[in-house]
């Protein structure tokens, strides 16, 4: 809480009934009138002075479509330079972490999915990483496979709607229409397997929900085709127009030392010249075992940022073809039926429910049987106790998971490591000392998903 300019009898001057009635809860105290609203723009502003001042404080956000909807910058302007600025967060927040301690272990699946909304296959591989490491099970190989060929997918379709939307808001709106298009590609082969566009559920301790369906493959190698096509559009629009050079060239400076500082990891690390990427340096689900180089610029600002990106593109391009030349027959499940979701859910005759003899084996011929159905659907399978911290390279840096496990049937913590939230540290270096317009460009540049951030 902090000090106003106001006092008590020009508040109540100026007020009237129906007004205080939608008006925050005010205190009054020795003449001073304190706010319970938050007092971090009471603060800004009172330090202000409006007549004798060049300074004025901007709030840009969370309502503002550059600052993604659910973002608030509260900006200190001298003129149209930025003098301070301070990122705040948390109006998206929706306990995600809290509500997996209260389900079992596969119904965890279906919560971090919803984490970052735009990558949600990597949100669902870690978490499910670091329940199979408490578990100490081994994924069947086509279903890890599979996983690498589907988080790729997710890469490119995440990197597409920051190309996109860093087009819209720096003025290229063609970028936006062709990221968008060229999506639409990639959540069409999400459909096809998964059954869902976005928050899929797909991936689960122990392997997938299910295998890949008749046509899939021929579905990846279509786009696999067309997507070079799409890069080439992007890069004969944007490459050479001055208009976009001008707005991302030098703009929004990070070096290394300053990502390193502040956590800072994925696109905008490799964009200052630095190769981390935990696919080659800690590799998971067999990436070692692919060929692709990791995609690095020296420039350190908004433009490295979008060189990096299409890069990436392409090195995902060449892992989702090794993929599907990797992919053998073989089950995408764990064996053991104690761990195994779905389990035993052969659909009926009618496309729905359990299948007729699965139903007669459980209610009729072993009673076995029946109490493992009911104990798995409705308290889950016991993970051994312990602690995992399980990190991956998701579009936006490294995406961690620690888990703690107290022997029973839900997790006893889960904490993401999410950097969407880390990265949004480095925002007032980005912006403190440039101009009010390369605001726009130096947050677009880091690619925030505040579902993320606000998880």
Known sequence: MSDTTNTPDAFAAGSNEADD????????TEGRVFTVTGG??????????????????????????????????????????????????GY??????????????????????????????????????????LLGVEVPERATTIRVLMME?????????????????????????????????????????????????????????????????????????YMPKGLDD????????????????GVAYLDVSGCLSLGVTGPVLRSAGLPWDLRKTMPY????????????????????????RIEEIRQSLRIIEQALDRLQPGPVMVEDKKIAWPAQLSLGGDGLGNSLNHVRHIMSQSMEALIHHFKLVTEGFRVPPGQVYVPIEAPRGELGVHMVSDGGTRPYRMHMREPSFINLQCVPALAEGGMLSDVIAGGASLDPVMGGCDR
């Open 21 to 28: 009635a939608y008006a925050p809860e005010r205190a009054t």
């Open 40 to 89: 971090d723009w009471d603060e800004l502003v009172s330090q202000v002075d409006p007549v004798n001042d060049d300074r004025l404080v901007v709030n840009m956000g969370p309502q503002h479509p550059s600052t993604h909807g659910v973002l608030r910058l509260v900006c200190e302007l001298e003129g149209e330079t930025v003098r301070s600025l301070r990122p705040v967060v």
């Open 92 to 133: 998206l927040h929706t306990g995600i972490e809290k509500n997996v301690e209260y389900r079992t272990w596969t119904q965890g699946s279906t919560f971090v999915t919803r984490a970052d909304y735009l990558a949600p296959l990597f949100n669902e591989t870690a978490y499910c990483l670091g329940v199979e490491k």
């Open 153 to 225: 997918l997710n890469r490119i379709a995440s990197h597409l709607v920051c190309l996109a939307t860093t087009g819209m808001e720096l003025g290229a709106l063609s970028m936006m229409i062709y990221g968008f298009r060229d999506r639409e590609h990639i959540l069409d082969i999400f459909e096809a397997v998964c059954g869902l566009r976005m928050n899929m559920a797909y991936v689960r301790p122990g392997g997938l929900a299910q295998d890949l369906p008749a046509g899939a493959e021929k579905l990846i190698r279509d786009f696999l085709a």
């Open 234 to 249: 992007y890069e004969n629009l944007l490459n050479d127009n001055i208009i976009w050079k001008e707005r991302t060239q």
């Open 285 to 308: 689900c067999g990436y070692e075992n692919y060929d692709f180089e990791v995609a690095t610029h020296n420039g350190a600002d908004a433009w490295g940022r979008y060189l990096v």
